[in-house]
């Protein structure tokens, strides 16, 4: 093995490990790793930003722009209302939502695709006494499945694609992964309805205001006079009501010692944890009492819970900071973490994507707030804009759709939806581009030129090598079975674009080795990247539907094996029968 091989490879294990520990921001750890790869003499100093003028880069961005008008459409406020009014049962609704994830999941990105369709869903689980988690990971898992239908339902489609062009002259046609994704897709979605009630069984009832008490979150709330807490010692806490103190502070002052001789008094502030049922029944008996409207409560006054997106500008700020709410006189009352890290005060906790705050404030305020911090209200509180022709941009955007289909290129023909959408007033570019999810663009961009290393140094021929030896590669179907699960392996803690951009040369090679067509290998490749169940952290939907729905990181284990098991066996399946 070369010193260039064995530095890739090293390179390469590096920064799969930091994707998968999330220490750093992904286009902290992305760039990083492309100046080292440089550095280490990988690629020559033009081709260091080459990936930012990549037809897959240009055709994510395109999407992305494009998915912001369809979002501010509103096209399915009414559909919700309708659905609701007709009283379906709980399967046909998480079955029809799961569906609708899927379907627009075919055309635009999985997160916007889960975006859309989630405030949808939400709202008739709300009409309809749906628990919650029922409808969130269903949702996130549809829309991964339905990124398997089409050229553009995903950045590793896109990625394989492009490295089927490169290698035989033509990359594959919009709806060429629909023979393994779309059957795939259907069988996961059916199946995980039909699941889902038993593996997430409703919860007891529960008085109407406490109807969202699967969550826990973390508060800072003062001890009144006549408090049942006041001399209660914090050891005793969980116990006796059901919440985890992390501090106690006095004056200001923060109350050192051992749990059990710790006694909490008057006038005490707790910062502490639990359930919103148990923090919501602690303020209606006056157990625990905030200091959010000291000056009461003004006429406009409303409640939100609103997840932080991987886009958001709030992502990697603390509470103490976040004056676009400050400055408008809203205020974070609770939070729902994804770290297990609470040090200091409530306002030193610090935000990451999947966060859920609670928000107390003017109801416009609020909207105006959430529009330019880039987060996804989860309750329909914040009045919408009017729908007003919100039928076009679909129109358009179809068009765009129809377009690739019959053969022209992604990147112009979305091109095109956008240059559209800007003449006829529904897309601001300038802003559009700010709001961009950018971290994730620049490690699309910044991962290419790795990808294309792994090919060019030969390493994808030594590691094809290699796995020769394990397998027979004059068999394609035991190459192809290996290199799904491959994919299938490390898309849960990494993004499904770092597996495409990795695996594509590697792929490649094997077919080359057994003198097979590529097609097959490089599908396997897309399939399996998309394959992410198992963990909250493999992909971004995951992260949010964790957050939004009180998962745990076992109930992706638990309801996660059997879609990836099933579409791993049916997907090999497929590619034998359609493409071998």
């Known amino acids: 093995m070369s010193f260039e091989q064995a530095s890739l490879l090293i390179l390469l294990l590096a920064m799969l490990v930091l994707f998968s520990l999330e220490r750093m921001r992904i286009e902290v750890t992305a760039i990083a790793g492309l100046l080292a790869g440089y550095a280490l003499g990988l690629y020559p100093a033009d081709q260091i930003f080459a990936g930012f003028a990549s037809p897959v880069?240009?055709?994510?961005?395109?999407?992305?722009?494009?998915?912001?008008?369809?979002?501010?459409?509103?096209?399915?406020?009414?559909?919700?209302?309708?659905i609701a009014s007709a009283r379906p049962s709980n399967f046909k609704v998480i079955s029809g939502a799961s569906s609708l994830a899927g379907i627009l999941s075919i055309f635009m990105n999985n997160i916007g695709a889960f975006a859309l369709t989630l405030p949808v869903a939400l709202r008739l689980g709300v009409a309809l006494s749906i628990p919650r988690r029922q409808l969130v990971m269903p949702i996130s898992f549809a829309a991964l499945l339905g990124g398997l239908v089409s050229l553009i339902g995903t950045p590793a489609?896109?990625?394989?694609?492009?490295?089927?062009?490169?290698?035989?002259?033509?990359?594959?046609?919009?709806?060429?992964?629909?023979?393994?994704?779309?059957?795939?897709?259907?069988?996961?979605?059916?199946?995980?309805?039909i699941r889902?009630?038993?593996?997430?069984?409703?919860?007891?009832?529960?008085?109407?205001?406490?109807?969202?008490?699967?969550?826990?979150?973390?508060?800072?709330?003062?001890?009144?006079?006549?408090?049942?807490?006041?001399?209660?010692?914090?050891?005793?806490?969980?116990?006796?009501?059901?919440?985890?103190?992390?501090?106690?502070?006095?004056?200001?002052?923060?109350?050192?010692?051992?749990?059990?001789?710790?006694?909490?008094?008057?006038?005490?502030?707790?910062?502490?944890?639990?359930?919103?049922?148990?923090f919501a029944g602690l303020a209606a008996t006056q157990a625990l009492v905030t200091d959010a409207h000291p000056d009461g409560l003004p006429p406009d006054f409303t409640r939100v819970e609103t997840v932080v997106m991987p886009e958001s500008t709030l992502v990697g700020s603390r509470v103490r900071s976040l004056e676009v709410f400050h400055h408008r006189g809203i205020t974070v009352t609770a939070l729902s973490m994804r770290s297990s890290r609470i040090e200091?005060?409530?306002?030193?906790?610090?935000?990451?994507?999947?966060?859920?705050?609670?928000?107390?404030?003017?109801?416009?305020?609020?909207?105006?707030?959430?529009?330019?911090?880039?987060?996804?209200?989860?309750?329909?509180t914040v009045p919408a804009e009017p729908?007003?022709?919100?039928?076009?941009?679909?129109?358009?955007?179809?068009?765009?759709?129809?377009?690739?289909?019959?053969?022209?290129?992604?990147?112009?023909?979305?091109?095109?939806?956008?240059?559209?959408?800007?003449?006829?007033?529904?897309?601001?570019?300038?802003?559009?581009?700010?709001?961009?999810?950018?971290?994730?663009?620049?490690?699309?961009?910044?991962?290419?030129?790795?990808?294309?290393?792994?090919?060019?140094?030969?390493?994808?021929?030594?590691?094809?090598?290699?796995?020769?030896?394990?397998?027979?590669?004059?068999?394609?179907?035991?190459?192809i079975a290996l290199i799904l699960f491959l994919a299938m392996v490390l898309t849960p803690f990494v993004n499904n674009a770092t597996v495409a951009i990795v695996l594509a040369p590697i792929a490649l090679e094997f077919a080359r080795l057994g003198r097979h067509a590529p097609d097959a290998y490089l599908i396997?490749?897309?399939?399996?990247?998309?394959?992410?169940?198992?963990?909250?952290?493999?992909?971004?939907?995951?992260?949010?539907?964790?957050?939004?729905g009180g998962y745990r990181f076992r109930d992706f284990l638990r309801a996660g094996w059997p879609l990836a098991v099933g579409g791993y066996g049916l997907a090999l399946f497929l590619l034998a029968l359609f493409w071998l």
């Open 57 to 82: 880069v240009i055709t994510v961005i395109e999407i992305l722009l494009i998915v912001q008008v369809l979002a501010r459409a509103k096209l399915f406020d009414n559909l919700a209302a309708r």
């Open 157 to 193: 489609n896109l990625l394989v694609s492009d490295a089927l062009a490169k290698a035989s002259g033509a990359g594959f046609r919009f709806f060429d992964f629909s023979y393994v994704g779309l059957p795939v897709a259907i069988a996961g979605i059916l199946l995980f309805a």
């Open 196 to 278: 889902v009630r038993q593996l997430f069984p409703e919860p007891d009832p529960v008085p109407a205001t406490l109807v969202q008490g699967t969550r826990r979150i973390v508060v800072e709330r003062r001890v009144p006079d006549a408090s049942p807490l006041i001399g209660v010692r914090l050891s005793e806490c969980p116990t006796r009501f059901g919440i985890k103190p992390h501090a106690l502070i006095r004056g200001d002052n923060f109350v050192f010692g051992p749990l059990d001789q710790s006694v909490i008094n008057a006038g005490d502030v707790l910062l502490a944890e639990g359930a919103d049922s148990v």
């Open 344 to 380: 200091g005060r409530f306002l030193d906790l610090q935000l990451s994507i999947g966060d859920i705050l609670t928000l107390e404030g003017p109801h416009q305020a609020i909207a105006e707030a959430l529009e330019e911090s880039e987060c996804l209200p989860l309750a329909p």
């Open 387 to 479: 729908a007003a022709l919100s039928w076009r941009p679909f129109a358009l955007f179809a068009c765009g759709v129809a377009a690739s289909a019959v053969g022209l290129r992604p990147d112009i023909a979305f091109a095109c939806v956008v240059l559209a959408l800007t003449l006829l007033n529904h897309l601001n570019i300038r802003q559009a581009m700010a709001d961009l999810n950018w971290p994730i663009i620049i490690m699309l961009a910044a991962m290419i030129p790795i990808g294309q290393a792994v090919a060019s140094t030969g390493a994808a021929e030594a590691i094809a090598g290699w796995l020769s030896l394990i397998l027979p590669v004059n068999h394609p179907l035991s190459g």
């Open 524 to 548: 396997a490749v897309a399939v399996g990247a998309s394959l992410d169940f198992l963990t909250p952290f493999g992909h971004h939907n995951n992260t949010l539907a964790m957050g939004i």
